[in-house]
C-alpha cells in the first residue's frame, strides 16, 4: 500500500537553529498537508499546498515557516529560528483530491517527526 | 466554545466489549467526517468517514453522525487488544476554499484488556 515517507524519524536541535523536515508524499496525490502534534494535545493544521503554491495557512504557520515542493517527489517544511515551543510531532499527509466523489477524503499521513528543541 | 470536543479518556474496556466513541463539534459547516487511529509515536491512520448524516458500517466498525445534534460516534464491535490506540475525530467543510484542512478533537485513548 503506498505510503507517506518521513525523514528524519527524529531531530533534536538548538533553539534558534534552522531545521528542515522531509517528506515522499504518495506519488500520484495532489495536495499536501502539514500538521503537528504537541504532546498531549490535538493534530494541529499547519500548512496545505497545491499546484506549487500554499492554498491555506493556519495562525501558527508565521514568517519563521515555510514550505517547498524543490523537485516532484519531496515536500519540505523549514522552520527558520526554533524556538522551545516548536518542540513536537510534525506530520505530513498527502491526498489525491480534495473531495473523490464525494464519498471520500483519502489523507494519508506519515508516521512523524519528532522535533525536540532543546 | 472549541469547535471540536472529545473526551481524552482513558478508556479501559474487556476484551469483547462494545466500544463507544464520540465527539461533539460546533461548526455547522462541518461536512465530511472521519475517525483516525493512532498508536503511539505514528500518524493517524484512517479507519472510517462519512458524508453529512448517516450511518456507516465496515466490520466491526460502525461511524455514526447526526447533525442535527452535532455529535457523531465510532462503535467497535468485539473489541481486540489489538484496538488499543488512541482514536481520533477529524471533520471537515464542504467548502473548496477552506482548503481541505481537518480539524480534529483531543483523541480519546482506549485500552482493550486480554
Known amino acids: 500500500e503506498p505510503e507517506v515517507t518521513q525523514t528524519p524519524s527524529h531531530q533534536v536541535t538548538q533553539m534558534g537553529q534552522e531545521v528542515i523536515l522531509r517528506c515522499v508524499p504518495i506519488s500520484n496525490h495532489l495536495y499536501f498537508y502539514w500538521y503537528r502534534q504537541i504532546l498531549g494535545q490535538k493534530v494541529e493544521f499547519l500548512v496545505s499546498f497545491y499546484n506549487n503554491e500554499i492554498s491555506e495557512k493556519s495562525e501558527i504557520f508565521d514568517d519563521q515557516f515555510s514550505v517547498e515542493r524543490p523537485d516532484g517527489s519531496n515536500f519540505t517544511l523549514k522552520i527558520r529560528s526554533t524556538k522551545l515551543e516548536d518542540s513536537a510531532m510534525y506530520f505530513c499527509?498527502?491526498?489525491?483530491?480534495?473531495?473523490?466523489?464525494?464519498?471520500?477524503?483519502?489523507?494519508?499521513f506519515g508516521s512523524g517527526t519528532r522535533l525536540t528543541v532543546v | 466554545q472549541k469547535e471540536v470536543e472529545q473526551d481524552p479518556g482513558p478508556l479501559s474496556v474487556p476484551e469483547g466489549a462494545i466500544v463507544s466513541l464520540n465527539c461533539t463539534y460546533s461548526n455547522s459547516a462541518f461536512q465530511y467526517f472521519m475517525w483516525y487511529r493512532q498508536y503511539s509515536r505514528k500518524g493517524p491512520e484512517l479507519l472510517m468517514y462519512t458524508y453529512s448524516s448517516g450511518n456507516k458500517e465496515d466490520g466491526r466498525f460502525t461511524a455514526q453522525v447526526d447533525k442535527s445534534s452535532k455529535y457523531i460516534s465510532l462503535f467497535i464491535r468485539d473489541s481486540q487488544p489489538s484496538d488499543s490506540a488512541t482514536y481520533l475525530c477529524a471533520m471537515t467543510p464542504l467548502l473548496y476554499n477552506q482548503g481541505g484542512k481537518l480539524i480534529f478533537g483531543q483523541g480519546t485513548e482506549l485500552s482493550v484488556k486480554p
Open positions: 499527509a498527502s491526498s489525491e483530491a480534495l473531495m473523490k466523489n464525494r464519498v471520500g477524503y483519502g489523507y494519508t
